[in-house]
């Protein structure tokens, strides 16, 4: 599946998705639940997880930059609020694991000399429909 062909998902799509996990311990995809921000494991076998979706819109403008923290929390904070329409959210992904439906966001931040793979599980309580 291409890229282009994936759905783009709303703030409240993405809570549905969120509700809708298998509750308690999923074997398959504990290794990669982390409340925050981590870099994607090397030993990652990424077979356990399935895009179901983007927060990327297709715009002719480049996404902003800006980082949405009314509260004081920083971009690795656990509690950082999930805000599609601000950064890094919106150059995300968003992916489930295959057992229990977890969802998680994941996207490449590209630094000067490095790409790093980051991964963080969605929790339905910090998404965050803000607007920059
Ligand atoms: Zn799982």
Redesign the pocket.
Known sequence: MSADALPLLSAAELATLAGAERPGH?S???PLVCPGWESVPSTLDAS?LQRVGTLRREEADEPTLIEHHPRGTHGWSIDAPIAPAFFPYNRCDVWT?K????PFLRYTEYGGYYEDERIRQVNAALIDDSQP
């Open positions: 999923c398959v995809c504990a356990v694991c057992a229990c439906a977890r």
